[in-house]
């Protein structure tokens, strides 16, 4: 008895659980709401991971999930992990473009200037604000 017991307790543990998901996007802008979405068993944990990307739901009754979360804010390719109540189930690529056109050609530089300007409001009240420019090299 203790050893079938065993057997199934090892079993479960080799086994882990597959998830199908999709992201809303596969090019994103960076800061975008990005959506996750997939099914796995019913009332399964889910976490998404990725980069600082971290995001967790349960699956329902039939075992749909979904996930929101915004897009980095670095240029750049991210791999998107899924796990399903601590196991790793399935992972894709999200890209952070800074337009969502055409492939990025060239990357520069860039400057943040920012400066205390006053302001008067309609009101004629007067207000501290910063003004920043950026420029890019």
């Known amino acids: 008895m203790l050893l079938f017991i065993f057997i199934i307790l090892f079993s479960t543990a080799i ?3 597959q998830s199908t998901f999709v992201l809303s996007t596969k090019n994103a802008w960076w800061g975008d709401l990005v959506i996750a979405q997939g099914v796995s068993e019913p009332n399964s ?3 998404i991971i990725g980069n600082g990307i971290e995001c967790n739901n349960q699956s329902d009754q039939y075992g749909n999930w979904v996930c929101y979360f915004n897009a980095p ?3 750049g390719l991210y791999n998107i992990s899924v796990y399903i109540n601590g196991n790793f189930a399935n992972s894709t690529i999200l890209e952070v473009k800074p337009s969502l056109g055409g492939n990025v050609t060239k990357i520069t530089e860039r400057s943040v200037y920012r400066a205390p300007m006053l302001i008067q409001e309609p009101n004629g009240k007067i207000k501290l604000a910063w003004i920043k420019i950026t420029v890019w090299k």
């Open 15 to 17: 086994f882990a659980q």
């Open 45 to 47: 944990y889910i976490t």
């Open 73 to 75: 804010l670095e240029l």
